[in-house]
T-cell receptor, first 112, second 111 residues
Framework: NAGVTQTPKFQVLKTGQSMTLQCAQDMNHEYMSWYRQDPGMGLRLIHYSVGAGITDQGEVPNGYNVSRSTTEDFPLRLLLAAPSQTSVYFC???????????FGNGTRLTVT | EDQVTQSPEALRLQEGESSSLNCSYTVSGLRGLFWYRQDPGKGPEFLFTLYSAGEEKEKERLKATLTKKESFLHITAPKPEDSATYLCAFTPPGGGNKLTFGTGTQLKVEL
C-alpha cells in the first residue's frame, strides 16, 4: 500500500542548477498538488493538477514547472535553482475536491 | 483573504494532562475543515474532516469539533507518542485543490 511516493528524499543543488522532483501515487486520484513547507510559513501550494493534461498555478509558482502526462505521476521541475527554493517539498493527492489530501514523505532540498 | 490561524504555536503537556488546540478561520461557507498530524521528517497524516458546524469526530484520545468560526482538537489524557505538530486546513467555497493550511501547533507530551 504505497500511497504517495516522492524521490529523492534529500537533494543538494548549486545555484543555477536544475532538477526534477518525482511524485507518484497508486490510488488513482485525479487531484495532485505540490506544496513547500518553510518554518513559520505553513504549507504553501506551488502547482496543482485536476487530471492528466491539466495543471494550474498555486500560491507560489514562480521558478517551478509541472506537467501531468499520466494519472499516476506529477513531477516538479526547478529550472534555475535559487537559495530561496531551499525548503521541504511535499506532493499530495486526493480523489475529489472536498476529500482529505494524502501526502508523501517529502523531499528536503538545499540550494547553496 | 481567506485565512486560518492556529494557537498556541507550541504546547507542552505532562502525560495525562488534557488540553485543546485551536484553529480559527475567516472563510464563510467552507467545504471542509481538516486536521493533520505531522511527525518530524514525515508528511502530514490525515486525522479528521469536519464539514458543518456542530460536527464532532473522535479517534482514540483525540476529538475534533467545529463551530462557524473555529475548530478545536481536544486531547484527552495525552501520551508521549501524541507529541507531533498538528495542522489544520480548509477547502474554501468553490472547492478546487487550494487547501489552505495553518502554521500548526507543536505539541510535546512529557512523562
Amino acid at each position: 500500500n504505497a500511497g504517495v511516493t516522492q524521490t529523492p528524499k534529500f537533494q543538494v543543488l548549486k545555484t543555477g542548477q536544475s532538477m526534477t522532483l518525482q511524485c507518484a501515487q497508486d490510488m488513482n486520484h485525479e487531484y495532485m498538488s505540490w506544496y513547500r513547507q518553510d518554518p513559520g510559513m505553513g504549507l504553501r501550494l506551488i502547482h496543482y493538477s485536476v487530471g492528466a493534461g491539466i495543471t494550474d498555478q498555486g500560491e507560489v509558482p514562480n521558478g517551478y514547472n509541472v506537467s501531468r502526462s499520466t494519472t499516476e505521476d506529477f513531477p516538479l521541475r526547478l529550472l534555475l535553482a535559487a537559495p530561496s527554493q531551499t525548503s521541504v517539498y511535499f506532493c499530495a493527492s486526493r480523489d475529489r475536491d472536498d476529500s482529505p489530501l494524502h501526502f508523501g514523505n517529502g523531499t528536503r532540498l538545499t540550494v547553496t | 483573504e481567506d485565512q486560518v490561524t492556529q494557537s498556541p504555536e507550541a504546547l507542552r503537556l505532562q502525560e495525562g494532562e488534557s488540553s485543546s488546540l485551536n484553529c480559527s478561520y475567516t472563510v464563510s461557507g467552507l467545504r471542509g475543515l481538516f486536521w493533520y498530524r505531522q511527525d518530524p521528517g514525515k508528511g502530514p497524516e490525515f486525522l479528521f474532516t469536519l464539514y458543518s458546524a456542530g460536527e464532532e469526530k473522535e479517534k482514540e484520545r483525540l476529538k475534533a469539533t467545529l463551530t462557524k468560526k473555529e475548530s478545536f482538537l481536544h486531547i484527552t489524557a495525552p501520551k508521549p507518542e501524541d507529541s507531533a505538530t498538528y495542522l489544520c486546513a480548509f477547502t474554501p467555497p468553490g472547492g478546487g485543490n487550494k487547501l489552505t493550511f495553518g502554521t500548526g501547533t507543536q505539541l510535546k507530551v512529557e512523562l
